[in-house]
């Protein structure tokens, strides 16, 4: 069946250091790829999403590539913040919309001033 | 436009106590998702519906229930609450009709079981 693994927190990172969170994915067929964003507290939300291979997904400074010769979403940023203190969870959609994502564990990233 | 909303915010229940969680949405999503999240873990899925009048199990359905009252929600019920339910439950919608559709989650309802 379709799984995610990403890279087990928790990180902690300075202020303005280069971030890395691995995503390898297994799926049949060109699924969708979602990095999703948990600060404190609340529910999920979008960071970013790529649709097909070589896409590039960005929004708030990161961005994450689609390679599907490696079957990979990494998210990366180049320079991070306090603020981006939060559980950063990387899913897939596969061909149907009507099945749920399937989202991996998790990686916690703390930032430090 | 609220998105996801989830009631109550927070709740305490001795074991052997019943409720319900409710959620709404106001997107027209025929996708709605129930999830469960322990502290520290990740996502584990109990139940979803793929379209009004269809509800499937997912990871961790033992000990709930779920209604899709209409398009616009969908409540989850403990019958009988147990210590081992105490998480927060996360409610989500999506328009089923593309893969690339993004999932919209509500803000969490915190349970306690004593």
């Known amino acids: 069946g379709n799984s995610v693994t990403q890279m087990e927190g928790p990180v902690t990172l300075s202020e303005e250091a280069f971030l890395t969170i691995n995503c390898t994915y297994t799926?049949?067929?060109?699924?969708?790829l979602f990095w999703y964003v948990q600060y404190p507290g609340e529910g999920l939300q979008l960071l970013l999403k790529a649709t097909k291979a070589d896409d590039k997904g960005s929004n708030k400074g990161f961005e994450a590539t689609y390679r599907k010769e490696t079957t990979s979403f990494h998210l990366e940023k180049g320079s991070v913040q306090v603020s981006d203190s939060a559980v950063y969870f990387c899913?897939?959609?596969?061909?149907?919309?009507?099945?749920?994502?399937?989202f991996g564990k998790g990686t916690r990233l703390s930032v430090i001033a | 436009n609220a998105g996801v909303t989830q009631t109550p915010k927070f709740q305490v229940l001795k074991t052997g106590q019943s409720m319900t969680l409710q959620c709404a949405q106001d997107m027209n999503h025929n996708s709605m998702y129930w999830y469960r999240q322990d502290p520290g873990m990740g996502l584990r899925l109990i139940y979803y519906s793929a379209s009004e009048g269809t509800t499937d199990k997912g990871e961790v359905p033992n000990g709930y229930n779920v209604s899709r009252l209409n398009k616009r929600e969908f409540s989850l019920r403990l019958e009988s609450a147990a210590p081992s339910q105490t998480s927060v439950y996360f409610c989500?919608?999506?328009?089923?009709?593309?893969?690339?559709?993004?999932?919209?989650f509500g803000p969490g309802t915190r349970l306690t079981v004593l």
């Open positions: 799926a049949t067929g060109y699924p969708s």
């Open positions: 989500a919608s999506r328009d089923g009709t593309s893969r690339n559709n993004e999932q919209f």
């Open positions: 899913a897939l959609s596969d061909i149907s919309g009507n099945t749920p994502l399937v």
